[in-house]
C-alpha cells in the first residue's frame, strides 16, 4: 500500500515536471525538477483527486501549511500520512 | 487637453451603502469582512469574505427588474444613482450625446450564471428564464446606467480581472480630457460571492480563511468581497459654470503589462505603470502624500508593490503614505479600484488617511508607512491608487485637490 501511494505521489510530480516517473529520485527539491508555484498548485490538486482527500496548503505561507514540500521525499511521507489521516 | 474632475460619488460595498457610511468606516478603521452568508458554504474551505450587509433587492427593484438585474448590476444600478444625484446633472438634449458610461467588471453576472448553470446541470432543468444572457453579460450594468440616465455617449465595459474598475476610469478620465465627451460615468462592481465563484478562488490557494492582512508580515492570503463604485467624472470648466461642488481633479492615468507570468506580479511592470502616472500628471515623487495601494494581503502582491513603490519613489518612499482598505472590504475584484478612489478623495478633501486595519507584525519587504490599524489626519496635494492585475495589467490613477 505504502509503496504503492508513493509511487502514485512519483507520477504526479513526475507529470508536472515533464519527466519520467523513473527520472524523479526522492532526494530532488521540486525547484530542481524546475516545477514552479503554478505547477506546485497543480501537482496539490492532482494529490487530492487521485486519492480524495483534503491538502492543507496555502500558497501564502508554504512554510506555515501542515505540508512538507521540500523534496519529492516530503511530500510522499505528507500525502503518506493525510492518507492515513483521512482514510485510515 | 481638458482638466478633469470629479463632481460625483456613490457606492454600496461591505462596509456600507453610501459614500458617507463608507467614509465613515475607513475613518474608524471598521473591518466588513465576516462569515460568508450563501448557498452551500458548508461545502467550502474558504468561508469569509466581505458581503454587502442588510441588502434587500425588492426594496430596490421590482420584479421586472430584477429579471434583468443581476446583483453586480443593482450594485452599479444604486452607486450610480448616489453618484448622479450628488453631481446634480440631468442628461437631455445635447448633454446626454455627449455623456457615456465605461465601467469595469471582471466576473459580471456570476450569480445568474452559478444559479443558472445550477438549475441545468444539478437539479436536471431543462429550461432557464429567457432573459439569461442580457443579464449575465458583463456589459450588462453600463448598459443599464445608460439606459437609466440616459446617456447616450461612448459607453462599455472593462474587463482587467482586479484593475477593471482602474482601466475604466482611466478610459474616462481620457474621454473627458480629449474632448469626445462632456461627462462620463465610470467605476466599477462585482459581485462573485456565490458558491461557483469561491470555489474558484478556492483553488488558486491564495485566500485567507480569517483575515485580509496587508503588509503584515503574518499575512496569509485575500479575502474576496462584492459591491461597487461609482463617479461622475466632467469636464472642469463645465463643472465650473454650472457652480458645481468638485471632489478632486483627476491628473494623471497610466497602463502597463508585465508580459510576464499570469498570476505571479512583476514589480518591473508596476513601476513604470506607477511611474507613467506620475509624468502623466507632470509630477515628482515627493509631491504625493498617499497611495492607495492595491495591497491584496498576499505574499506576492504586497512585497512586489512595496519594492516598486520604493524603486519609483526613491528618497520620498520614507515620507509617502500608502494603506490598502481591502483589509476593511475585501478585495472587489473588477470593482475594488472604485471603492477605492474613496480613499483618494477623502484624503484629499478631507484631510484623513484610511488605515490598513489587521496589521500585526512589521515586514521588512514592506518597511514604508502603510498606515497601520488607525486612520490618520494629513494635508495632502496628491495621491495615487494602483491596481496590479492577474494577467499582468497594471493600471494607476493620480488625483489632486479640487483646483
Known sequence: MSKETRERVRAIIAEQAVLEPSDVSEDQTLDDLGIDSMGLVEAIFAIEEEFDIQVPFNANEPEKSDFDISSVAAVMAAVERLVKEQKG | MRRVVITGAGTINPLGHSVDATLEAFREGRCGIGPLDIRD????????????REYDADARFNRQQQALYDRFTQFTLIAAEEAIRQSGLTFSGELAAEAGVVLGTSGGGLNTQDENYRAVYEEGKNRVHPFIVPKLMNNAAASHVSMT????????????????????????????????????????????????????????????RDACRPFSANRNGMVQGEGAGVFVFEEYEHAKKRGAEILAEIVGFSMSSDASDIVMPSQQGAARAIQGALRDARLSPDQVGYINAHGTGTAANDKTECAAVANVFGASADDVMISSTKSMHGHLIGGTGAVELLACIMALRDGVIAPTIGYEEPDPECALDVVPNEAREAKVDFTLSNAFAFGGLNAVLALGRAP
Open chain 2, 41 to 52: 458554504v458548508d461545502r467550502l474551505a474558504i468561508r469569509i469574505g466581505g458581503q454587502v
Open chain 2, 149 to 208: 440616465h440616459n446617456l447616450k455617449g461612448p459607453s462599455f465595459t472593462v474587463a482587467t480581472a482586479c484593475a477593471s474598475s482602474n482601466h475604466a476610469m482611466g478610459q474616462a478620465f481620457w474621454l473627458v480630457r480629449s474632448g469626445a465627451a462632456r461627462a462620463m460615468i465610470t467605476g466599477g462592481s462585482e459581485s462573485m460571492l456565490c458558491f461557483g465563484g469561491v470555489k474558484a478562488w478556492e483553488g488558486l490557494r491564495v485566500m485567507s
